[in-house]
């Protein structure tokens, strides 16, 4: 199995550096076993296609995003209880984020796959409406997943400017802008409620 493993790996660490300089698009299976220094037949063997090797690698990135019920870091419902999960989400989240920000800048970038940022987007939206409906009765529902969509596009424009940019802030300091910056606009939509 651990053969199976490297070799997957092999394959998709090759098309990332290949990206770093090629759009996907533009790149040949015949280009990719060659610089992997791999047949062809044993590329085959692992993945149909080039584009289901992207695929494996989005979805590993967006698979690997910290899944908890809460997103919102020191953030109260409406009968002032704390529904924030003490942070560790964001906490997790911006370390999954900062340790692999070069996959996130290759698939986002101009050489990557334009769909991934939306892909992304809406795996956050998910998140995000998990967390801020709990804080919600039936009658707000689409009210709250607006508000979670809004977040969740919001929480994604601003990390998508962290890749970007060589900014250095780490995921400790970045996880502070974003809480400041969540925990107002929550606190605003639930004194609208």
Excluded at 22 to 35: A, C, R, Y
Excluded at 78 to 101: C, I, L, P, T
Excluded at 123 to 131: K, Y
Aim: aromatic residues 12%; glycine residues 8%.
């Amino acid at each position: 199995m651990k053969a199976k493993r490297d070799t997957e790996q092999l394959i998709q660490n090759t098309l990332l550096d290949m990206m770093e300089s090629k759009s996907f698009f533009s790149i040949k299976v015949v280009d990719l076993t060659e610089k992997a220094g791999i047949s062809r037949g044993l590329f085959y063997v692992y993945f149909d296609s080039i584009y289901d090797v992207l695929q494996k690698i989005e979805d590993d990135y967006i698979d690997g995003l910290p899944g908890e019920q809460r997103v919102l870091n020191g953030v109260r419902d409406r009968e002032g209880e704390d529904v924030s999960g003490r942070g560790e989400f964001k906490k997790k989240s911006y370390q999954f984020a900062q340790d692999n920000m070069r996959v996130y800048r290759l698939l986002s970038g101009p050489n990557g796959d334009p769909s991934f940022y939306h892909k992304l987007k809406n795996r956050v939206i998910r998140i995000t409406q998990e967390a801020v409906g709990e804080g919600a009765t039936k009658k707000d529902d689409n009210y709250m997943k607006l508000a979670a969509a809004f977040l969740a596009g919001g929480n994604v424009a601003i990390f998508d400017w962290w890749a970007h940019n060589s900014c250095g802030v780490d995921a400790k300091g970045f996880s502070d802008i974003a809480e400041n910056l969540y925990t107002d606009i929550f606190n605003c939509v639930m004194k609208r409620m």
